[in-house]
């Protein structure tokens, strides 16, 4: 084979092993037998600049050869596998990663006490003891005493009562999952974070 035919064989062979990444076996092969004609066509081109006939001769043998063993290679490779892409990589999935979806700020009652519960009796019972007389004050002063316990602690839980953000969290293997925070976190839907005990941090 001349030095221009080599070069030209060289060429298109290097553009061949560019473009095999991306293809199935039958597109593979489909384009190695198109290139494989179009370099022959192109050999065939270049063996009629050769100075004599025999050298011509020997030029399209060489040509022809060449091609046959580049449609024989393109059987081969049709029958292996196919390389997956390089950017096709297979990254690993992170349990603990997820985005938020959302954020939810509330108002949680506080916990009534035994001073909420005393306070207001006593107040109830002074109050009740002010109404009527004799057994009727009796029972007016129970009832205060009740009423005023109940009341005491009702407004002892609202005294307390305290804002709570709940964070609401899908992970990247499928699972959801709510976080209480009694300040706020910072966090807004979209945040990307990972779980960190028995709570989430920004990623």
Known sequence: MNKKLFLASLMLTAVTGA???NMTAKQQYAADSKRATQRYNDDKRLCAD???SSARMQCLRDAKAEYNTALAVAKQNMSKPVAAPVNA???PVCPDCGKVVAVAVVDKE???G???VIAGGVAGALLGNQVGGGTG???ATIAGAAGGALAGHKIEQKVKT???WNVTVAFDNGNKQTY???HDPGLLSGDAVRSSGNSVVRR
């Open 137 to 139: 004050r009796d029972l």
């Open 50 to 52: 050769a100075g004599s």
């Open 110 to 112: 506080g916990e009534g």
């Open 180 to 182: 209480s925070f009694d």
């Open 19 to 21: 473009f095999a990444q």
């Open 162 to 164: 305290t804002k709570v």
């Open 114 to 116: 035994a001073l909420g």
């Open 89 to 91: 990589r297979n990254e």
